[in-house]
């Protein structure tokens, strides 16, 4: 299998700008997850979706940020409009739920916003 | 709410050198435990796990026993490489919430000369 796919690998764009972040999971996985890595506040959970569902959105910061999966094999994360404490990297997960317990990480997005 | 704490690095050792990443956790009932870890340039993998009171996971040398009375989950290695260096996150989810919530710490930098 490929693995969690995700991309682009870099994204750099200026302020005020509309950032979109592509994850394709694993073929048969059903729940999907997206992460924000910074070094003052480590991986934190932004969103996770259930069977293309989200479940649980209130680890996204505020109303510039907005995830979507409109089917199994396929998600989007957006920020309209970006700013320079958006700058991190976005991993994005996949599972099996019930098998487990073990998440599956994409290599991530390094986002820098000037 | 439910945490993970992990002790800050980084963690500088010579190869062979004995590895001990210590963690403790916060939690009501009885979560599952992981240490995930993170490759430069790479998202976190599973390193190992344990889902009940004294379970010991183990994987590539590593392992860690699953501690109720001391909370703590730390990870040791008998003999490190150079090839272990990366980041090690300890994570639990919550026994109430299933796989979806699963909580990382904030992740220590092991780095082994040769």
């Known amino acids: 299998d490929a693995g969690v796919i995700q991309s682009p690998r870099h994204e750099v764009t200026e302020m005020g700008q509309e950032v979109t972040l592509r994850c394709k999971p694993i073929s048969g996985h059903n729940s999907l997850f997206w992460y924000r890595q910074t070094m003052m506040r480590g991986l934190e959970l932004l969103i996770y979706?259930?069977?293309?569902?989200?479940?649980?959105d209130s680890g996204m910061p505020e109303d510039r940020f907005s995830a979507k999966m409109p089917n199994a094999s396929f998600s989007t994360l957006k920020i309209q409009p970006s700013e320079p404490r958006d700058s991190a990297v976005y991993f994005c997960a996949s599972t099996q739920v019930g098998t487990n317990e073990k998440l599956f990480f994409g290599s991530g997005t390094q986002l820098s916003v000037l | 709410g439910d945490s993970v704490t992990q002790m800050e690095g980084p963690v500088t050792l010579s190869e062979e050198a004995f590895l001990t990443i210590n963690c403790t956790y916060t939690a009501t009932g009885y979560p599952s435990l992981f240490w995930y870890v993170q490759y430069p340039g790479e998202g976190l993998q599973l390193l190992l796990k344990?889902?009940?009171?004294?379970d010991k996971g183990s994987n590539k040398g590593f392992e860690a026993t699953y501690r109720k009375e001391t909370t703590s989950f730390h990870l040791e290695k008998g003999s490190v490489q150079v090839s272990d260096s990366a980041v090690y996150f300890c994570a639990l989810t919550p026994s109430n919430t299933g796989f979806q919530k699963l909580v990382f710490g904030t992740g220590t930098r092991l780095l082994v000369s040769p």
């Open positions: 979706f259930n069977n293309n569902v989200p479940i649980d």
């Open positions: 344990a889902t009940k009171a004294d």
